[in-house]
Antibody, heavy 120, light 107 residues
């Protein structure tokens, strides 16, 4: 079964940091772009960041640029989202999603998400 | 950034109805558009890619069309399993952006 699984969420104070991880199985993980999408409960979807298969192209939402960093460890088949300088408005369910292709081309497999809560 | 605007925000329909959701981009995105379905408490699922490509396993009652700045998602005959929220999303350029969503509920 093709799937991605997120981990690393939790509760943190404003200004703190968290690192999310995304692990894939059932497919050659290093052959696909990977994305992070977040959703505040009851609200819409917000694309956060994406990385192509060789990390040659990386993108960020304006709301997280300069604070979040996406990276991938091809040896471990993991994509990370390092989140620094966290704000209350970063509180959300964070999904990892597999791209259809090596470059960015829509997201065809989604995890169940990991919750990030930022509050004092 | 490219803004994506969906209409309507909410749509009330009955089983068997033909349903159309519109998505407009603030600039030309060619056909770099996807549609997703999301049910409460679940992750989104991909329905349509490249504006009109039907994702594997998605029923043929779903179809997409459009190019440039105007796109539509059509459900030819609404089924009970289709009551959900639908999102369009552009992947023409970073940052990728979603529409605000269209909730399809029971009339």
């Amino acid at each position: 079964e093709v799937q991605v699984v997120e981990s690393g969420g939790g509760s943190v104070q404003p200004g703190g940091s968290l690192r999310l991880s995304c692990v894939g199985s059932g497919f050659p993980f290093d052959h696909y772009a990977i994305h992070w999408v977040r959703q505040v409960p009851g609200k819409g979807l917000e694309w956060v960041s994406g990385i192509t298969w060789k990390s040659e192209s990386i993108g960020y939402a304006d709301s997280v640029k300069g604070r979040f960093t996406i990276s991938r460890d091809t040896a471990k088949n993991i994509v990370y989202l390092q989140m620094n300088s966290l704000r209350p408005e970063d509180t959300a369910l964070y999904y990892c999603a597999k791209d259809r292709l090596r470059q960015g081309h829509a997201m065809d497999v989604w995890g169940q998400g990991t919750v990030v809560s930022v509050s004092s | 950034d490219i803004q994506m605007t969906q209409s309507p925000s909410t749509l009330s329909a009955s089983v068997g109805d033909r349903v159309t959701i519109t998505c407009r981009a603030s600039e030309d995105i060619n056909t770099w558009l996807a549609w997703y379905q999301q049910k409460p408490g679940k992750a989104p699922t991909l329905l349509i890619y490249r504006a009109s490509g039907l994702e594997s396993g998605v029923p043929s009652r779903f179809s997409g069309s459009g190019s440039g700045t105007e796109f539509t998602l059509t459900i030819s005959s609404l089924q009970p399993d289709d009551f959900a929220t639908y999102y369009c999303q552009q992947y023409n350029s970073y940052p990728w952006t979603f529409g605000q969503g269209t909730k399809v509920d029971i009339k």
